[in-house]
């Protein structure tokens, strides 16, 4: 199992970035995936999850409105568009995979940055 995230990187506060989670090793259109985050010096933060047909997703209250997850099972990604980013957005994200026991793989994640 690989996942891989990309796509973080410096954006001024109001500003958008797309990240993507290139999955492999597994059947990805067969899990229910999931975005977390790690700001600096606090602890992982679930940000939004979303079914394995793409039809059901969820969101934290703090990026609900703002950030939407999606996934292309025909290429294997996951992906969280992120709009009116703020600086409390600033964090390590990672993509993970989630079982009935929770989390079992997750990527080395992608770094956003939200600051003027």
């Known amino acids: 199992v690989q996942l891989v995230e990309s796509g973080g990187g410096l954006v001024q506060p109001g500003g958008s970035l797309r990240l993507s989670c290139a999955a492999s090793?597994?059947?990805?259109?067969?899990?229910?995936m999931r975005w977390v985050r790690q700001a600096p010096g606090k602890g992982l933060e679930w940000v939004s999850d979303i079914k394995s047909g793409g039809g059901s997703t969820y969101y934290a209250d703090s990026v609900k409105g703002r950030f939407t997850i999606s996934r292309d099972n025909a290429k294997n990604t996951l992906y969280l568009q992120m709009n009116s980013l703020k600086p409390e957005d600033t964090a390590l994200y990672y993509c993970?995979?989630?079982?009935?026991?929770?989390?079992?793989?997750w990527g080395k994640g992608t770094l956003v940055t939200v600051s003027s």
């Open positions: 090793g597994f059947t990805f259109s067969s899990y229910y």
């Open positions: 993970a995979r989630v079982t009935g026991n929770g989390m079992d793989y």
